[in-house]
């Protein structure tokens, strides 16, 4: 165990990209997620790794881009409008096969929405939200220990696969403050980043590189055609489709599953306890990978007859992935953002709200 200290979910970011061996952040302030912005250009500066704050977020992922293409672990974060406005930028990057991450931390939309959590940005992130044709990568913390971690398995799978890896965090986890033990973590050897640009004094093979994002306008390495690169895109697609991640509580014996992740995993998971206490037979499953999703998981459950209760903090998105997951064979129901415990945007979904609609269904 590494040294353990007490921090808040947007710090935790930082810490688990100085783990990670992230040397360049660029960012531009915004709520709710400005402590990770003040975190990297309080402690990168010091230790000699480059900090930029840029003039928007657009600039931030167009640095990104060229950073990524250096061979430079990277990395911006952002909260909802400014995640919107990286949405060319993203594409480019999953278009150019540069490894990269950035950090969501959801606020209410659409448009400017409220500077308070939510979790309304979940279909742009998992499902590519510029010029179409790409999938993020998308892991999904409940907790600020996770958020560390998973910071650093986004960079190992970003740099595995050549591929943009967004942290889904929210308002409420960014804010929240929890003990988090610093231990860097090893994920095993990734392949050489020969395919950067370095200069060619300074290749093994003294070649030249390119890197660009527009395949079939210009040639790329996979080939000469358009096609060329969507077979090259399926494939990587379909290799990452192995790296699903979930948890499971209290499955045993449940004819009913609850689905949810963020900061309603952890609503969900105590009124799951909640409802096990009155001999109700319900458990939860905590997508850690929003993409790619465990589509394979749910239909299991949905064979052995089990209905779905989605809990999200907005109107309604991830509950389309589950209804695609069971097939049509059960029922989904969902609890959404309507069911806050306050009709204000400090409103929350609470555990006891919850529980209500798990006796409703059961």
Known sequence: MGERIFIQGNEAIGWGALNAGCDAFFGYPITP?????????????????VFVQSESETGSISMLFGAASAGVRCMTSTSSPGWGLMQEGMSHLAAADLPAVIALV?????????????????????????????????LAPASVQEIHDLIQLAFYLSDKYC???VILS???LGQVREPVDLSPIDFGPLPEKDWALRGRDNQKDK???FVHSAPGLIPTKMGLEYNDW????????????????YEIHHGEGAKMYLVAFGYPARSSEEAVNMARAEGIKVGLIRPVTLWPFP?????????EGCKFLVVEDNLGQMVDDVKCGVEGKVEVHLLGIL????????????????LEEIRRLS
């Open 33 to 49: 997620q400005n402590e990770a912005t003040e975190w990297f250009a309080r402690e990168f500066p010091r230790r000699g790794k």
């Open 106 to 138: 959801q606020r209410g939309g659409p448009g400017a929405g409220t500077t308070r959590h939510a979790q309304t940005d979940y279909t742009s992130v998992t499902r590519g939200g510029g010029p179409g044709g790409y999938r993020n990568i998308v």
């Open 163 to 165: 591929n943009p890896v």
């Open 170 to 172: 929210d308002g409420i």
């Open 207 to 209: 070649g030249r590189r």
């Open 230 to 245: 969507l077979a090259h895109a399926q494939k990587k697609q379909q290799e990452i489709l192995s790296e699903v991640r």
């Open 295 to 303: 589509y394979r998981l749910i239909k299991e459950k949905a064979l």
């Open 339 to 354: 069911a806050r415990h306050l009709r204000h945007d400090g409103g929350m979904l609470m555990p006891g709200r919850i």
